[in-house]
C-alpha cells in the first residue's frame, strides 16, 4: 500500500512559481512510475508530467515543457514539481499519483487509470 501527500500549492500571479511536493509513504517498490496530474472545473484529468522513480526518466505535456520540472530525491520518498512561469490555465487542482508498473514511456502511462494511487490533490491558482 502507498500514501501519497501533496503540498505546496497556493495562489500566484502569471509569471511566478510554485514547488508542489509529494510525499511517498508505505511501500515505495509500489511507486515505480509517477507522474502529476492536474484537473480544471469541467476538464478532464490531464498529466503534466511523469519519472520513472527507478531510471529517473522524465516526460512532460507539451504544455507545460520548459516550465515546469519533476524530480525526486535520493531517498526516492518525495517526488517535486517546479512549476516556473505559471500562466492562468494552469489553475486546477494538482495530482500526484504513482503506479506499480513500471513507466512504460508509452502513451499508456499518461492515462489516469494507469496509476494505482492518488494523493487528495493541491489546489494551484494563477492569476492574470
Known amino acids: 500500500q502507498v500514501q501519497l501527500v501533496e503540498s505546496g500549492g497556493g495562489s500566484v500571479q502569471a509569471g511566478g512559481s510554485l514547488r508542489l511536493s509529494c510525499a511517498v509513504f508505505?511501500?515505495?517498490?509500489?511507486?515505480?512510475?509517477m507522474g502529476w496530474f492536474r484537473q480544471a472545473p469541467g476538464k478532464e484529468r490531464e498529466r503534466v508530467a511523469g519519472?520513472?522513480?527507478?531510471?529517473?526518466?522524465?516526460t512532460y505535456a507539451d504544455s507545460v515543457k520548459g516550465r515546469f520540472t519533476i524530480s525526486q530525491d535520493n531517498a526516492k520518498t518525495t517526488v517535486y514539481l517546479q512549476m516556473y512561469s505559471l500562466k492562468p490555465e494552469d489553475t486546477a487542482m494538482y495530482y500526484c499519483?504513482?503506479?506499480?508498473?513500471?513507466?512504460?514511456?508509452?502513451?499508456?502511462?499518461?492515462?489516469?487509470?494507469?496509476?494505482?494511487?492518488w494523493g487528495q490533490g493541491t489546489q494551484v491558482t494563477v492569476s492574470s
Open positions: 519519472i520513472d522513480t527507478g531510471g529517473g526518466s522524465t
Open positions: 499519483a504513482a503506479a506499480v508498473r513500471y513507466c512504460s514511456g508509452t502513451y499508456w502511462d499518461s492515462l489516469p487509470n494507469f496509476y494505482n494511487y
Open positions: 508505505g511501500d515505495t517498490y509500489s511507486s515505480n512510475c
